[in-house]
């Protein structure tokens, strides 16, 4: 199954509330937030009380990504403030398997981020323990910047060794992902898609959301579908925390 994450970094703050209905209505399913502080990239965006905003507005699930320089100090917090999902970067975790554990404890889903010049290799150790593997395809910072085909070869990558290591973590891909770039990066392999531009531009929300999910699925392989290996543990669906 496809889904759409919308990046709220791109939308209207001051109706916040109305655009992620919006983004839902166009059948988005998963709630975007990126969170940067300013050192590990050129950005400050939103902290802890923001997705403890968001979380009264919304039945979705909410993604937050962490893009700073001590992700473990802050996993409590955005825990406590209803995040459904947290990744965070590998190149700011020296012990990236002890932050995906912390993570876990809080009963919230991993997920492990790299950037375009970090390899899907150094992944391999922590992969049976993660939700989803975010690849960025974009030099994360900024919104509206222009895809990486580079990314491509990462998704593909991941998927096979998905499939090798008889694993069904999902893969998510973020940074240029509009009506032009969806489809090469559905077909690829990524099953998690985040768009806030292509989404939230022009204050039409529902009607984007709506079209690059018509393209997305036009370009879904047949086999999407198939079932993990035997034995595998699945991950928790991110609804199945709250009651």
Do not use: W
Request: net charge negative; hydrophobic share 45%.
């Amino acid at each position: 199954m496809l889904d759409l994450c919308f990046s709220i970094l791109a939308s209207d703050f001051t109706h916040l509330a109305d655009e992620v209905a919006a983004a839902t209505r166009g059948g988005g399913t998963i709630v975007h937030v990126d969170i940067m502080d300013g050192h590990f990239v050129p950005n400050i965006t939103f902290g802890p009380p923001v997705v403890k905003a968001l979380r009264p507005i919304t039945r979705l699930p909410l993604d937050c990504h962490l893009m700073i320089e001590d992700p473990d100090a802050f996993i409590p917090a955005f825990a406590e403030a209803g995040a459904d999902m947290i990744s965070v970067q590998q190149e700011t975790c020296p012990h990236l398997h002890r932050t995906l554990q912390h993570i876990i404890e809080h009963a919230v889903l991993p997920g492990v981020v790299i950037n375009p010049a970090t390899p899907v290799d150094t992944l391999i150790e922590v992969l049976p323990m993660v939700h989803h593997v975010l690849v960025m395809s974009v030099n994360p910072g900024f919104g509206g910047q222009k895809f990486l085909p580079l990314a491509l070869e990462k998704i593909a990558y991941l998927a096979a060794l998905r499939k090798e290591m008889g694993l069904n973590f999902r893969i998510e891909v973020d940074g240029g992902v509009d009506n032009s770039t969806v489809a090469s990066v559905v077909e690829a392999g990524a099953e998690m898609l985040v768009a806030g531009s292509a989404v939230f531009s022009g204050g039409k929300a529902e009607k984007n959301a709506r079209e690059l999910l018509r393209r997305a699925r036009a370009a879904e392989p047949k086999n999407r579908n198939a079932k993990p290996a035997p034995g595998k543990l699945q991950p928790a669906k991110p609804e199945s925390r709250r009651k």
